[in-house]
């Protein structure tokens, strides 16, 4: 049991690593690293919902490449983001960048605790005032006629 | 009373959030039917210059594809490979343009083995004027490429004008790559 448990363990963690192959790991640990985080950012254009870096689809195996190529030839971390960026608009970014038109996705759900915590600070305000009102004779004088006899009996 | 009016107008809100909902889901719905896919990536690279290229060529195929055969004339780049089903669906398209030597038609054999690539234009025809191997992406990305087929119309001065992703229809090509071709040569 203990046996099956560990191997499904096992094949959970494989599927966790990333794509990136022996074949295109940078000998420079530091430099690898670079390019694990960069990549980590970047958005695998085919299947769209992966990054480059956990993406088995060929187009990102070879910006994976690109990526290391350029870390390799003295590109900053902006500089190569921005070489995919230059390529692939702002779309190719995971996390999406704050301009005018992003303004809606990253302030949108301030905006919406906000108001509704506007909303629930005048709810709690508003007077209980015609909440507590006694019955006018009249109304207990209709309710009485309203209510069948027995009612008061018991 | 305040209170009242207030109560009217909040009993109205879902209704209006539901309201403007329903707008923003219909418009995305027929932009859609109307031929705007939202899973398309838009290309930053119109009005720019097309990238550095030097491409090999296809064993026994003449010259490869370099930048400056782009700066020539109003020129076609088709991205495709033999495994890509949709080229096949547009490579009669490209023959016919070849026939009528409509515009120099140039192409990137994209992540291809160059024998696959010969032994399919030797089947299904050769419309190209050049090719050029890519056979690391490295061109398509730096076409800001995500599948294949995918065209870009360049300029005379080498700048890219339009670029057509999928198969070109004969709509497609009719309706808006051939009039800004001819657009692009006045």
């Known amino acids: ?30 430099l690898e690293a670079r390019a694990r985080v960069i990549s980590q950012d970047l958005r695998c ?42 390529r692939y608009g702002d779309f190719v970014l995971l996390r999406p960048r704050v301009t ?8 949108g759900p301030i905006l919406i605790l906000v108001l509704g915590g506007v909303v629930v600070v005048r709810v709690m305000k508003r007077p209980a005032s015609n909440v507590g009102e006694a019955l006018s004779q009249e109304e207990l004088d209709r309710l009485d006629s309203l209510l069948p006899e027995d009612n008061e009996t018991s | 009373m305040a209170a009242v009016n207030q109560k009217r107008w909040t009993f109205l809100l879902p209704i209006l959030i539901v309201a403007l909902l329903v707008g923003v889901f219909a418009k995305r719905l027929i932009d859609v039917k109307g031929g705007q896919d939202p899973s398309l990536v838009p290309t930053v690279l119109l009005d720019t210059p097309v990238p550095a290229l030097d491409l090999p060529p296809l064993p026994s195929r003449g010259e490869g594809l370099r930048t400056a055969d782009l700066k020539k004339d109003v020129s076609l780049v088709n991205i495709w490979g033999s495994w890509c089903v949709a080229c096949l669906a547009e490579h ?37 004027d050049l090719i050029g191997q890519d056979p690391v992406s490295e061109a398509a990305i730096a076409f800001g490429v995500t599948g294949a087929p995918e065209t870009f119309l360049v300029d005379g001065d080498g700048v890219i004008r339009y670029k057509h992703t999928g198969p070109i229809s004969r709509e497609a090509w009719d309706k808006t790559i051939a009039p800004l071709i001819e657009q692009l040569r006045q």
């Open chain 1, 1 to 30: 049991m203990i046996k099956v448990s560990l191997l499904t363990l096992s094949l959970f963690v494989a599927t966790l690593a990333q794509a990136v192959e022996p074949g295109e790991v940078l000998e420079d640990p530091a």
């Open chain 2, 92 to 128: 009669p398209l490209l023959m016919n343009v070849a026939a009528e030597n409509a515009v120099p038609l140039h192409g990137i054999a994209w992540r291809d083995d160059p024998s696959a690539s010969l032994r399919w234009l030797a089947r299904n025809g050769d419309p190209y």
């Open chain 1, 45 to 86: 254009v085919v299947c769209q919902n992966e990054t480059i870096d956990e993406s088995n689809a060929t187009l990102a195996q070879d910006m994976r490449r690109l990526v290391r190529q350029r870390i390799n030839a003295g590109d900053t971390n902006e500089q190569v983001v921005a070489y995919m960026v230059d």
């Open chain 1, 100 to 107: 005018p038109q992003t303004w809606l996705l990253w302030f």
